[in-house]
């Protein structure tokens, strides 16, 4: 069977992503029940770690374990990638010595071409472009606590970035709507919002696109890598902080997420994230799960 790779949600169809979020609601039940089989013992994930990480790396590294296999943490600064070696070479290299790899790093570009390159299946653990494995966790949780998130409202507030863009892929690929809204300047790709223009709206008016919302989702508004701009985006996004006003014009029973971290008094306000909204707490979790689900699924099992 011909490998796959996960680096955007468009790699898998609908059908596939459906089953792959119902696998891994499943499958955390079975472990929670203590009933989770070693269904990976004798394989490795390689983690190629170009950014900081903590629920990244802790849930493939956990979940990996969990399963009854191994993962091997490995940094550009412990590499030759480091030092230069082509991207190319380093994936028929480990295309040889493990099963899959894992990739958070900035360029998508390098992820694209290592994939292209290695005949073992490629994770995108985060790039400059999107965050796909963000998105099973945060669709996870929401079919968790509300069932199925077909036709539901998604409210998208502050910057366009990578978590923004995995969303509105989300968005098309999971049949619900999506309202970003951005400040200007900070809006999302235009390729990407024009292909999935049928399921996302975007503005520069936060409330409009909070208002009925069944979920309202935000992320920091300087991400790793922008520190140099922070004093200007913080200017940018004055008004875009999820607060209880505006979660307000939200359904009654409306979920706040936050992909973590995240800066209490900037983008969210703690009452939010502390309160009764907010499920970002199982959100984190369930990155775990939803690895392991991915993980199974491109190893066959």
Not at 53 to 79: I, K, N, P, W, Y
Not at 218 to 225: E, H, L, N
């Amino acid at each position: 069977m011909k490998k796959r790779d996960f680096l955007s949600l468009f790699d898998f169809n609908a059908s596939e992503l459906t089953a792959l979020i119902q696998r891994a609601i499943e499958d955390k039940k079975a472990f929670k029940a203590g009933r989770a089989e070693p269904l990976l013992a004798g394989r490795t994930l390689a983690m190629i770690f170009e950014k900081s990480s903590t629920r990244t790396r802790v849930s493939f590294e956990a979940g990996m374990v969990q399963l009854g296999g191994h993962a091997l943490f490995l940094s550009s600064r412990d590499t030759q990638l480091g030092r230069g070696e082509p991207i190319a070479d380093t994936a028929r290299v480990l295309s040889g010595m493990v099963d899959l790899v894992m990739i958070r790093n900035d360029d998508h570009a390098q992820q694209v071409c290592f994939a292209e390159n290695a005949q073992i299946p490629v994770i995108n653990g985060l790039s400059d472009y999107n965050h796909p494995c963000q998105l099973l966790a945060d669709v996870m949780t929401f079919e968790e606590a509300r069932g199925s998130i077909q036709g539901a409202k998604v409210a998208w507030v502050g910057d366009g970035n990578n978590v923004c863009h995995s969303w509105m892929a989300a968005a098309q690929q999971f049949g619900f709507e999506l309202a970003v809204a951005c400040p200007d300047g900070f809006q999302p790709d235009a390729a990407l919002s024009q292909r999935t223009a049928e399921q996302v709206s975007i503005s520069d008016d936060p409330k409009s696109a909070c208002e009925g919302a069944d979920l309202v989702v935000t992320d920091v508004w300087t991400s790793m890598g922008q520190e140099a701009d922070n004093a200007v985006r913080l200017q940018a996004f004055k008004g875009y902080q999820i607060n209880d006003a505006l979660m307000a014009t939200a359904k009654a029973d409306a979920l706040f997420m936050h992909c973590l971290p995240a800066h209490r008094g900037e983008e969210v306000s703690a009452s939010v994230i502390d309160g009764r909204h907010s499920i970002v707490w199982q959100e984190a979790e369930n990155r775990l799960h939803a690895q392991k689900a991915l993980m199974l699924t491109l190893l066959n099992k």
